[in-house]
């Protein structure tokens, strides 16, 4: 059975937009037009992929089987005309996260040539639906659990993570400060706690109660927020770089040290000729700088990051793409 290409990908953009306008639009073409290509395509496989009525438009149970492969067979009519003309687009990679500054990691492994093209996710769960829908190559930032059927991550390092506190708190100036002292204390969060995983579960593994939040503005702006309350505190890896602030500290956290973990996220099957050599790449600079170390005897990581039930992938060799699952 051969499938017209142009009537896979006008499936694929409505079933994905679930609005015939919006797909048409994007193809430049009538949504006469995009419905014809679709039925016809419903014509050859004799099956019935969308469902168009008074609730809008729906994936059928024969749609939702084919939208991954035809996705599948798109990318690899693209891959085929790269390969031809000599052409290959960057590789598009999302990082979340922010303010614990993801471009540090990334740069250290990602800076020379050929460049990625990066963009902004907003969290983990905005970043796995864009993988999902294709509109990215690969993602970075802090996976933990629940995470979708269909992606695969690398977990790449493991961040000591320091408290960040008003220069007139108790602990201000304390060699170190172990998680349990801060119990007292006002855990500040620079946006909804619910969202904020890693914050949320530090709270609840050392017993802190009291908990308020705020809007991320940018690091400056949540810094100024943390001085302006001696009970207040957060968390912030030991390597991010913060601007000259007088009226805050930074001190250590020990037994135990609480780690933030960073991985590269991608999509099974994803075969962007530059993702097997990115990931080949953090892994040899993950050896090299240690970036993997943990002792459950002296480290923390919430039960829901990699190095806990969820699994890291393997690399796939240097310079292939991520091994099937």
Known sequence: MDLDLAQVRAFVLAAEELHFGHAAEELSISQQALSKRIA???????????????QGVRLTEAGRRFLEPARQALAAADRAVAAVLGTHRPLRIDVWGHLYAPMRTLALVAGGEPRPELGHGRDLPSVSTALLRGDIDAAFGRVHAPLPAGLRYRLVRLEPVDAVLSADHPLAHAAAIRPAQLRDS?????????????????????????????TNLGLEHFLADLAADPRR??????????????????VP????????????LWRSGADHPLLGTLISAFVRKAERSRWLEYDPARDWLPESDPAGHLRSEPAPPTGGGPSPT
């Not at 855990?187 to 009291?210: C, M, N, Q, V």
């Not at 956290?253 to 590269?264: C, F, G, R």
């Open 253 to 264: 956290l020990v037994a135990p040290t609480p780690l933030y973990a960073w991985s590269l």
């Open 40 to 54: 016809r395509l419903e014509s050859v496989l004799g099956r019935r992929l969308l469902d168009r009525g008074g």
């Open 233 to 250: 505190f957060s968390l912030l890896p030991a390597d991010v770089p913060l601007p000259a602030h007088p009226a805050v500290r930074t």
């Open 186 to 214: 006002l855990l500040w969060a620079p946006g909804p706690l619910h969202r904020l995983d890693f914050l949320h579960r530090f709270a609840d593994s050392f017993g802190i109660g009291d908990r308020a939040e705020g």
